[in-house]
Structure formats: structure tokens, C-alpha cells
């Protein structure tokens, strides 16, 4: 073996359709975020490979953008990485973000989202995330699903599955 870690499976209670399972992570405002604790209300959760780089910063700032438009849908959104409170804190702070990121420090939960991946840099391989967004409806069930995200226009898409969502 190369030493690489293997590619993670995703876990099969995170299909569409499927209640999401709980989960619990430390947040830049320095509290936590627990998935339980929104029940009775949709769920974005978008999945983003670093703080600061172009792509992450373009896709946070368009959520921002959005901030109100979803929590006025009663929509609570969160963003989430591997980098740690303190790196979010710094990226909130620099970028004047209007959404709460959570620190996946050790990929726990993009790994059971399926979004820890194998990626490659100039021939280089290594594990990362994989661009993803996933939308959880008011009873905890995934509704919708968007894997490698292009960046512009996204969060507009999300919010208006979010707000057909609540149609239904």
C-alpha cells in the first residue's frame, strides 16, 4: 500500500429521500451547530474545499448575498471544511460573511456525505472535498443534491429549490 488513505464510501443513510443523521461541529461564532436542533426547517449545507481561495470565497460571498433571502424562507444555511474555527473566523471576518461555517477538521462528516475525496493537482493525488451542496427538507430527509458545484449561480439555484421545497 502507498500510504494513501482509500477513498471513503458514502454512507447509504445519505441518499435522497433518507432522514439525514444527526451530526454536531464547532462553528466560527464559537458555538456549535447541530443538525437536530433545525428540525422543523430546510437545511443548506454546502461543502467547500478551503477557506480564502477564489472559488470558496466566490461561493460563500453568494450565499452571503442570499443570507437574508433564505432565512427569510426559514432556511438556515451553513458552510462547511476542513479548516478550523479560528481559519473560518478569519475568512468570515476578511470576506464580511453573512453565513456560519462549521470546522470538519477531521472530514467525519464529509466523508459520510461522500464528499471526501481523492483529487489530483498537477499530477499530484491527495484527498479533499469535492465542491458539494446538499439541501435537507423541514422533517431532517435530503431533498436535493448537487455534487461538483460550478460556482456561479449556484446559491440562486439552492435557494430556489429551497423555496419549491416548502411548496410542496
Do not use: N
Not at 479533499?128 to 448537487?146: C, K, N, P, Y
Amino acid at each position: 500500500m502507498d500510504g494513501r488513505k482509500a477513498i471513503p464510501m458514502i454512507d447509504k443513510s445519505v441518499e435522497t429521500g433518507k432522514k439525514v443523521a444527526d451530526f454536531d461541529l464547532r462553528t466560527d461564532d464559537g458555538g456549535r451547530f447541530r443538525l437536530s436542533a433545525c428540525a422543523g426547517a430546510p437545511v443548506v449545507l454546502f461543502f467547500y474545499p478551503k477557506d480564502d481561495t477564489a472559488g470558496c470565497t466566490a461561493e460563500a460571498r453568494d450565499f452571503t448575498r442570499l443570507a437574508a433571502d433564505f432565512r427569510s424562507a426559514g432556511v438556515t444555511v451553513l458552510g462547511l471544511s476542513p479548516d478550523s474555527v479560528k481559519k473560518h473566523q478569519k475568512f468570515r471576518t476578511k470576506h464580511d460573511l453573512d453565513v456560519r461555517l462549521a470546522a470538519d477538521e477531521d472530514h467525519a462528516i464529509a466523508e459520510r456525505f461522500g464528499v471526501w475525496v481523492e483529487k489530483s493537482m498537477y499530477g499530484r493525488k491527495y484527498m479533499g472535498i469535492e465542491r458539494s451542496t446538499f439541501l435537507i427538507d423541514a422533517r431532517g430527509r435530503l431533498a436535493e443534491v448537487w455534487r461538483k458545484v460550478s460556482v456561479p449561480g449556484h446559491a440562486d439555484a439552492v435557494l430556489a429549490a429551497a423555496r419549491a421545497l416548502q411548496k410542496t
